[in-house]
């Protein structure tokens, strides 16, 4: 039997896009329709996506999580369909969130934070591509603009059947003034870390001794071999990087100082959490400055004169200031989206890429995913930007699932996220902010409980301090947050999928959760938790 490749409308309108191919009738499966707030593109929007054998092939641009998930799980499910991957940078398929673990020496190469390797990458069929930048989409025609970092190459454009557009985030240093300083640090990256550990350790750090392989440029390490070991480092920023780096730059007996613009840090974990977390780095030697708003860097370092492009100071907008050898900006990431610049493809209210629960953009066959692309949030049910490692791993295999013909929806998100801060463990997951769940429509109440990580009589029995948060009208959970030293950050899960399946306060206080004296007391802390706010409720 002959069908059309595009499975809905006329044969005159289907040979527009594909060519007429001999298929059977069980390879094509019906897809859901758009986001609504995304405006549709080609008439085929609707209709169906088909296992086929196209002329163009699945063209990913960005080889980390998300779009090695997706070519990968597409080479699975259809091996003969063609996946090209273009990377702009030298690494793929790293393992971003154990970068401050290799600064701190817990990881000793940089290697080790390899998930793929380009061979085993190649070893799958998928064509790859590193030092490639795509520069421009041309949603008309089909193609995208590749630029390869080699002099002797030509600009090329590729076709493509589908596209994924994986470009993941950077980190913004704006609007420090002097961020461009040497010695000023973002980490968002292998080059970023392999920079830091090379500042630390300017004697003996080489690409060989950090574990570079081929991968690492020898001018990241050797601009920092005539600089003296750092003895004193400014934070900026009390986030997840902030805290992880903390600890690493602890680590190498540097005098580290965090700077915080508001009164917390982890401000997204609430309180509680903070609370914790701020003994515990005051503890071990962090010394914090909260409520202190950065406003610039200036130069000087230790060669006076010679070194005034090198950072020397940090001056807050209150008028403090402190003498540093080193800084890290960590204030944020915001989505790579400037390559659909001039495209149909919309953007969301975050800046991120607008797309429905398949993945796909307000473009028919442009789909987006990882940290440039919005999700839908499980509690609120709008589309969010919440850039975190398992989201984007998550969405790239369901989009490659959907293209080789199986659509799949790429999953909700409730911002769950783990952090360490020296022996705290923090979790959070959902809406803990009052104002925030109020403005989502809901009447926020919150409960905080201290109870034992284990029986008390068990040996290492620790306090662990779990926050809940429910609507007043339904009952239902919004959100929570955990901390503490014995397994806490891994129970905040429960109640992940608690927000996930939508659970009332109540039905979550009878969960029927595990109990042994060497791992929870009879009523777990989250269970503990859900009664006493359950109570509130009432």
Not at 189 to 207: H, N
Request: aromatic share 6%; hydrophobic share 40%; proline share 5%.
């Amino acid at each position: 039997m002959v069908r059309a490749s595009l499975c809905s409308g006329t044969l005159d309108s289907a040979r527009r896009r594909w060519d007429v191919v001999p298929v059977t009738p069980f390879d094509c499966q019906p897809i859901a329709k758009q986001r609504p707030t995304v405006t549709q593109g080609t008439p085929n929007a609707y209709v169906r996506a088909c296992r086929i054998r196209t002329m163009d092939p699945f063209v990913v641009v960005g080889g980390d999580a998300a779009g090695l998930s997706a070519a990968s799980k597409l080479k699975r499910e259809a091996p003969d369909r063609e996946v090209v991957v273009f990377e702009k940078g030298n690494w793929v398929s790293y393992a971003h969130c154990g970068t401050p673990y290799f600064v701190e020496g817990e990881v000793d190469e940089l290697t080790d934070l390899l998930s793929l390797t380009p061979e085993e990458i190649t070893e799958r069929d998928i064509e790859l591509h590193r030092e490639h930048e795509v520069t421009a989409v041309d949603t008309g025609a089909k193609t995208v603009t590749v630029e390869p970092d080699d002099s002797d190459a030509e600009t090329f454009d590729q076709p493509y059947e589908e596209l994924l557009v994986a470009t993941g985030g950077r980190a913004v240093a704006e609007p420090i003034e002097r961020n461009e300083l040497a010695g000023v640090f973002t980490l968002h990256g292998l080059d970023d870390a392999a920079s830091i550990r090379a500042a630390l350790d300017p004697d003996e750090a080489t690409p060989e001794s950090l574990g570079g392989g081929e991968f690492l440029d020898p001018a990241v390490v050797e601009r920092y071999a005539t600089w003296d070991p750092p003895e004193t480092v400014a934070i900026v920023g009390g986030g997840y990087v902030g805290v992880e780096m903390a600890e690493a730059f602890s680590a190498h007996d540097l005098d580290v100082h965090l700077f915080q613009r508001s009164g917390h840090v982890l401000s997204g974990f609430g309180e509680a959490v903070a609370e914790r977390v701020e003994t515990e780095l005051r503890e071990q030697g962090v010394t914090l400055h909260l409520n202190e708003e950065v406003a610039r860097f200036s130069g000087g370092g230790r060669g006076g004169e010679a070194d005034t492009d090198r950072v020397a100071r940090l001056e807050c907008e209150s008028g403090a200031a402190l003498s540093v050898d080193i800084a890290l900006v960590g204030v944020g990431i915001r989505p790579n989206v400037d390559l659909l610049a001039g495209t149909p493809v919309e953007l969301g209210d975050s800046g991120a890429v607008a797309v429905d629960e398949y993945g796909q953009t307000s473009v028919t066959d442009v789909y987006a995913a990882g940290d440039c692309a919005e999700a839908r949030h499980a509690v609120t049910g709008e589309f969010d930007w919440v850039p975190l490692g398992l989201t984007a791993n998550r969405a790239g295999r369901a989009i490659g699932q959907t293209v080789a013909g199986d659509p799949t929806k790429t999953g909700q998100i409730a911002g769950t996220a783990v952090v360490k801060a020296f022996d705290q463990e923090c979790g959070r997951t959902g809406i803990v902010d009052h104002e925030r769940a109020r403005a989502a429509g809901f009447d926020p109440v919150s409960e905080t409980i201290t109870t034992r990580s284990r029986s008390g009589y068990y040996p290492g029995a620790a306090e662990t301090v779990v926050s809940l948060t429910a609507d007043r009208e339904t009952g239902r959970l919004l959100g929570g947050t955990i901390v503490g030293t014995d397994r806490a950050a891994v129970r905040i899960d429960t109640v992940a999928t608690a927000l996930e399946g939508g659970m009332t306060v109540e039905e979550v206080e009878r969960l029927d959760l595990a109990y042994a004296p060497p791992f929870s007391p009879v009523w777990d802390p989250i269970l503990t938790a859900a009664k006493v706010l359950s109570g509130s409720l009432e």
